[in-house]
């Protein structure tokens, strides 16, 4: 069964910050959390990972709270591209441990 | 772009066939995931495969199957097909055990 909780659906403007919120409030200490999205009917694209820190790359933000419990990813400039299903997914880092997908957010960009 | 590609990218097959679906990686990445998608829900794991092994397995029967090759390429086999098979299919590989990158799937139907 998969670890987070996600709210099933979020819509967000075009050009704003799009906040996806996450619980996975078992994670264990040695278990990182991963954002996939997927766009319709394309494989799952990797967006960040982190364990403890808060992490940026070129796509997004990832915000980590202190005790671990919940996480947020944050898209700072959403356009309609980003329309997708994004998948918040805890796992070992390590050891080739297999993602375990719930349902997902789906965004959707609004114009 | 991923660097990961499947094929076919769809397949129509009748009930009690069998199907091979091919899946071809980057170099350097030993270890590959083949993933099930049925519509509507998030991809599940079938098997994982490092270094031509099996490394893992989800909760699917013996009559799913898989081979890793040397150079990077990989199959899932299915025999005898049934009507609950119909899904997209999804192959991803990792070089490192922590990022994995997916491919663009196979879309099966069984008829």
């Known amino acids: 069964d998969a670890k987070t909780t996600q709210p099933p659906s979020m819509d967000c403007a075009e050009g704003r910050a799009a906040n996806l919120p996450c619980n996975h409030s078992?994670?264990?200490?040695?278990?990182?959390v991963y954002w996939y999205r997927q766009i319709h009917s394309q494989g799952p694209q990797y967006i960040i990972h982190?364990?403890?820190n808060n992490e940026t790359n070129e796509m997004a933000s990832l915000i980590i709270t202190e005790d671990r419990k919940s996480s947020t990813l944050i898209l700072p400039h959403a356009t309609l591209r980003d329309t997708a299903v994004y998948y918040c997914?805890?796992?070992?880092?390590?050891?080739?441990?297999?993602?375990?997908f719930g349902t997902g957010t789906r965004l959707t960009i609004i114009p | 772009e991923t660097g990961v590609t499947q094929s076919p990218t769809h397949l129509i097959k009748t009930r009690g066939q069998q199907v091979t679906l091919r899946c071809s990686s980057q170099?350097?990445?030993?270890?590959v995931s083949w993933y099930q998608q049925a519509l509507g829900q998030g991809p599940q794991f079938i098997f994982q495969?490092?270094?031509?092994?099996?490394?893992g397995r989800g909760n699917f029967p013996p009559r799913f199957s898989g081979l890793q090759f040397p150079n990077y390429s990989s199959e899932l086999n299915v025999n005898a097909l049934e009507l609950d098979d119909s899904a997209l299919y999804l192959c991803?590989?990792?070089?490192?055990?922590?990022?994995?990158?997916f491919g663009p799937g196979t879309r099966l139907l069984v008829l």
């Open positions: 991803a590989s990792s070089p490192d055990g922590h990022t994995q990158y």
């Open positions: 078992t994670i264990s200490g040695n278990e990182y």
């Open positions: 982190g364990l403890k």
């Open positions: 997914i805890v796992r070992v880092g390590f050891g080739n441990e297999k993602l375990t």
């Open positions: 170099s350097g990445h030993n270890t």
């Open positions: 495969y490092y270094r031509e092994e099996e490394n």
